[in-house]
């Protein structure tokens, strides 16, 4: 099968297209015809090496799937999302189904945790095999959803809704300040943060970003490029600061994060893509006496929650651009330049 892959650490033009084997469903699992896959971050920081995780190369990364169940394993169960030939989304959280995390419903926190394409190989390919758990049948709804559309959901919206529902309890009436507009967990959390009646003030490098973010529902926006974050923050909510701060920018932001966040708010954090080792001023942490959360993806339950909030009309996947497999370097360079509004997704 045709397969994006990287066979050594480096840049976008690392990433080539190469012939590998099919892969087989074992017991549990199922193989899936990928008809599109998008792009995220990590992609890009697998491609280029982590230190604390060495992948088996050559790798196909890709944890954003749609397509068609095309096999099963022995022991899985005919059902819906899971006969072959339905249409499905894939959950791209992976644990073990049987710890005490996994059995309480909470199964991101599983001790074996892993995300399809990261500790896996994943859907940047013609085919992908994933325990059968991890298939959502697409929804059906007065939405339509195309294949591309659904590709672009599941990681961002699914991270976007643990930080803030899960995570930060968001109240309707809140201020949240979602940081970096135009990424996937930043157009998912604008979204998310409307659902519930939040206030947002969205930050973004362009004022093009910042008009397609205000055409999301934010209601207040920054350009950081030109503003600094906190003093405009402070002007927008007359010196109280933000309820809630999304921020999954990391070294170049959390700092700021802090000071623009109002007392008692909640700071939550899904990823760092500046850097993991920000300076911090922990006088602002405790006298202000501020909550700062982690969050990784969602339980698997969250996904087919989410879903029909898309076939309902609730939520809207935005998609930047679209693009065929053969043209996975031209899509790591455009998602590694920050140009994009919304999700990169590849079609095979």
Request: aromatic residues 4%; positive net charge; charged residues 20%.
């Amino acid at each position: 099968m045709r397969a994006a892959l990287f066979r050594r650490h480096g840049g976008p033009e690392v990433m080539e297209i190469g012939d590998v084997p099919v892969p087989t469903p074992g017991p549990g699992q199922a193989q899936v015809r990928v008809r599109a896959a998008a792009l995220n971050h990590i992609d890009l920081w697998l491609r280029r090496g982590l230190p604390a995780l060495q992948v088996p190369l050559p790798h196909v990364s890709g944890g954003d799937v749609c397509g068609e169940v095309s096999a099963l394993g022995a022991g899985v169960k005919a059902m819906a999302g899971t006969n072959e030939g339905d249409r499905v989304v894939v959950n791209p959280g992976i644990s073990c189904g049987r710890c005490p995390a996994c059995l309480a419903g909470r199964d991101n926190f599983c001790p074996d945790y892993q995300m399809l394409g990261e500790q896996t190989w994943g859907g940047l390919a013609e085919y992908v095999v994933v325990p059968a758990a991890n298939l959502v049948p697409a929804p059906r709804g007065r939405i339509a959803l195309d294949d591309v559309q659904l590709a672009s959901i599941p990681i961002a919206f699914i991270t976007a809704w643990q930080m803030l529902v899960d995570r930060a309890r968001i109240r309707q009436g809140e201020t949240v300040l979602v940081l970096a507009a135009g990424s996937g967990v930043g157009t998912a959390s604008i979204q998310i943060a409307k659902l519930y009646g939040a206030r947002v003030i969205a930050t973004a490098s362009t004022d093009e970003k910042l008009a397609a973010a205000r055409a999301l529902g934010a209601d207040e926006t920054i350009n950081h490029s030109a503003s600094d974050i906190v003093a405009e923050v402070k002007r927008l909510t007359g010196r109280r600061g933000a309820d809630i701060v999304v921020d999954h920018v990391g070294a170049a932001t959390f700092g700021k994060s802090v000071v623009a966040c109002a007392r008692g708010g909640r700071i939550v954090v899904c990823g760092a893509t500046t850097g993991f080792e920000p300076v911090l001023n922990l006088r602002h942490v405790f006298w202000r006496q501020l909550s700062i959360l982690g969050s990784t993806l969602a339980s698997k339950a969250r996904l087919p929650e989410v879903l029909e909030l898309f076939a309902a009309g609730r939520l809207k996947p935005v998609v930047d651009q679209v693009q065929p497999l053969e043209a996975i370097a031209e899509a790591h360079r455009r998602l590694e330049s920050r140009a994009s509004f919304g999700k990169l997704v590849l079609t095979l």
